[in-house]
């Protein structure tokens, strides 16, 4: 397998880049009188970050599949040698 990332560092590993983010959002909506209301982008922001958090979920499900089915065919290559012996 070339990905071993254990699936609870999955949803970890961009923490730090999304409270930069964040934070960045926030600084440039109070500074840049845009069009929306600031209530408006932190529900906007919101949205975004529960939406993130959904896929980074699905993102680690398909991850923990993909070694999963590797896995086995490793197993099944070992018993095909086998049976080949």
């Known amino acids: 397998s070339t990905t071993n990332v254990?699936?609870?560092?999955?949803?970890?590993r961009y923490?730090?880049?999304?409270r930069t983010t964040y934070s960045r959002y926030s600084?440039?909506?109070?500074?840049?009188?845009?069009?929306?209301?600031s209530n408006a982008l932190e529900k906007r922001i919101e949205e975004l970050e529960?939406?993130?958090a959904?896929?980074?979920?699905?993102n680690a499900r398909l991850?923990?599949?993909?070694?999963?089915?590797?896995?086995l065919i490793g197993k099944l290559k070992e018993e095909i040698d086998?049976?080949?012996r």
Not at 15 to 18: Q, V
Not at 29 to 35: M, R, V
């Open 27 to 37: 600084r440039d909506a109070n500074s840049s009188g845009s069009s929306l209301p």
């Open 15 to 18: 923490s730090r880049t999304d």
């Open 63 to 71: 991850m923990k599949m993909t070694q999963d089915k590797e896995e």
């Open 6 to 12: 254990p699936e609870d560092d999955a949803p970890n």
């Open 54 to 58: 959904k896929e980074r979920q699905e």
């Open 50 to 52: 529960r939406e993130l």
């Open 82 to 84: 086998l049976l080949n």
